[in-house]
C-alpha cells in the first residue's frame, strides 16, 4: 500500500522557537495533503489543507501565521509551528491522497510527529 | 458532515470476531462509509469502505443496513495487535476530501 513518511518522529523544544515538520508520500503523487493535530486522549482535529502549488485552507480557529504550510511538490508538505509554545504541544500528523485515486478512495496518513514545547 | 454514533468502548476476547456498531441515521444517498483504526502513538490506518454492499478485505468486512442508517465493522478473528481506536467516518462522494473524526470506539483485546 502507499505509504507517508513524516519528520521527524519526535520533536523537544524550547518556548518561542519553530519546528519544521516534514510529510512525504513515498510511492505516490499527492495534490492534497491534509493536517491533523491530536491532543491526549482526544480525537484527530484537521486543522488544514495543502494543495501542490497554492495556498493552505485553513480550519476555523486555526491561525495561518502560526501554521504555516508550505506544499511545494507533489510528494512533500511541510508544517512550521512558529513561536511555539508549551500549548502548542501535541501530537501531528499528515495524510495525503494519491493524486490518481477516485474521490471516495482513502487517505493514507504518516506515522505522527510528537512536538513537546518546553 | 452528516455524524456519526459509536461506542466510547468495547471488549473483545482474542481469536473470537467482533462486531463494532455505527449509527449514521442522517447519511445522505452520496456519503460513503469509511472505517479507519489508530493504534497506539500511530497515525490512522484505513480498514475499509462501502456504499450500500457489504464488502470484505483481508483486514475486515463491513456490513450496511439496508436502509444505511446503521453499519458493523467485523473483525472475524481478533488479535491482540487488533487493540485500537476504531473511527466511522461518513465521506460525500463528491465533497471536498477532508475526514471528520469523531471520538471513534476505543477497541481492548482480551488475551
Known amino acids: 500500500g502507499a505509504v507517508v513518511s513524516q519528520h521527524p518522529s519526535r520533536v523537544i523544544c524550547k518556548s518561542g522557537t519553530s519546528v519544521k515538520i516534514e510529510c512525504r508520500s513515498l510511492?505516490?503523487?499527492?495534490?492534497?495533503m491534509f493536517w491533523y493535530r491530536q491532543f491526549p486522549k482526544q480525537s484527530l482535529m484537521l486543522m488544514a489543507t495543502?494543495?501542490?502549488?497554492?495556498?493552505?485552507?485553513?480550519e476555523q480557529g486555526v491561525e495561518k501565521d502560526k501554521f504555516l504550510i508550505n506544499h511545494a511538490s507533489l510528494t512533500l508538505s511541510t508544517l512550521t509551528v512558529t513561536s511555539a509554545h508549551p500549548e502548542d504541544s501535541s501530537f501531528y500528523i499528515c495524510?495525503?491522497?494519491?493524486?490518481?485515486?477516485?474521490?471516495?478512495?482513502?487517505?493514507?496518513f504518516g506515522p505522527g510527529t510528537r512536538l513537546t514545547v518546553l | 458532515d452528516a455524524k456519526t454514533t459509536q461506542p466510547n468502548s468495547m471488549e473483545s476476547n482474542e481469536e473470537e470476531p467482533v462486531h463494532l456498531p455505527c449509527n449514521h441515521s442522517?447519511?445522505?444517498?452520496?456519503?460513503?462509509i469509511h472505517w479507519y483504526r489508530q493504534l497506539p502513538s500511530q497515525g490512522p490506518e484505513y480498514v475499509i469502505h462501502?456504499?450500500?454492499s457489504n464488502v470484505n478485505n483481508r483486514m475486515a468486512s463491513l456490513a450496511i443496513a439496508e436502509d444505511r442508517k446503521s453499519s458493523t465493522l467485523i473483525l472475524h478473528r481478533a488479535t491482540l495487535r487488533d487493540a485500537a481506536v476504531y473511527y466511522c467516518?461518513?465521506?460525500?462522494?463528491?465533497?471536498?476530501?477532508?475526514?471528520?473524526f469523531g471520538t471513534g470506539t476505543r477497541l481492548t483485546i482480551i488475551p
Open positions: 495543502s494543495n501542490e502549488g497554492s495556498k493552505a485552507t485553513y
Open positions: 510511492d505516490f503523487q499527492a495534490t492534497t
Open positions: 495524510s495525503a491522497r494519491d493524486r490518481g485515486a477516485l474521490s471516495t478512495d482513502t487517505q493514507y
Open positions: 462501502g456504499l450500500t
Open positions: 442522517t447519511i445522505s444517498g452520496t456519503d460513503y
Open positions: 467516518i461518513l465521506k460525500e462522494v463528491f465533497g471536498n476530501e477532508k475526514l471528520t
